[in-house]
């Protein structure tokens, strides 16, 4: 697709649950990053990828959260054990690299509403 | 990356010009300005970006202080449609990542 595609566009998970987030990226964008954003705030970075690896995860808030991206293209990031704390709206986005100087800078999904209960 | 302050919220009446303004008085000299705005229930969308010179794109101008400690996001005619949290950030050219404020919510009224 044009843009970047995230599913769902919406979770409603049970205290303690394990949920997965799923990041289309654009096609041919090496880089990934996820953001979480709490009401009323901006987004906040957790992590990001470069090709298959994660290059900076220093914004995941703890081990319950993990992503992977294995074949360079979608990822997939992890909350274990889900905590009322982890409801926000979570954002994936993509570039062609450091974004910098870039004209266009990242593209960002529209996010998946996690609310936990 | 240096902080910035932005207004918590403007108001605007549609096509009429809005004036964005953020503060950035601790901006080095590798870093570029960046608007992005998150228009409801949207993932942020980039707007325009800067380093030293006033720049132009078919969304909206950005206005420079000779200085580089503010700058200025003009929308020539505002719409409806640009009703949104406009962020500016800066970013200097090796970082690839963006630091969020509050940014400014912009009310177009018609």
């Known amino acids: 697709g044009a843009g970047v595609s995230q599913t769902p566009s919406n979770k409603v998970t049970e205290k303690g649950k394990y949920v997965e987030l799923r990041c289309d990226p654009i096609?041919?964008?090496?880089?990934l990053y996820w953001y979480r954003q709490s009401l009323g705030q901006g987004p906040e970075f957790l992590i990001y990828?470069?090709?298959?690896?994660?290059?900076?995860d220093s914004g995941l808030p703890n081990d319950r959260f993990f992503a992977v991206r294995p074949e360079g293209s979608v990822s997939t990031l992890k909350i274990q054990r889900t905590e009322r704390g982890d409801s926000a709206v979570y954002l994936c986005?993509?570039?062609?690299?450091?974004?910098?100087?870039?004209?266009?800078?990242?593209?960002f999904g529209s996010g998946t509403r996690l609310t936990v209960v | 990356d240096a902080k910035t302050t932005q207004p918590n919220s403007m108001e605007s009446n549609e096509e009429e010009p809005v004036h964005l303004p953020c503060n950035h008085s601790t901006i080095s000299g590798t870093d570029y300005i960046h608007w992005y705005r998150q228009l409801p229930s949207q993932g942020p969308e980039y707007v325009i970006h800067?380093?030293?010179s006033n720049v132009n794109n078919r969304m909206a101008s950005l206005a420079i202080a000779e200085d580089r400690k503010s700058s200025t996001l003009i929308l020539h005619r505002a719409t409806l449609r640009d009703a949104a949290v406009y962020y500016c950030i800066l970013n200097s050219g090796s970082n690839y990542k963006l630091t969020f404020g509050k940014g400014t919510l912009l009310t177009v009224n018609p």
């Open positions: 800067g380093l030293t």
């Open positions: 990828f470069q090709g298959t690896g994660a290059a900076d």
């Open positions: 986005a993509s570039s062609w690299g450091s974004t910098g100087a870039r004209g266009n800078g990242y593209t």
């Open positions: 096609s041919g964008h090496t880089a």
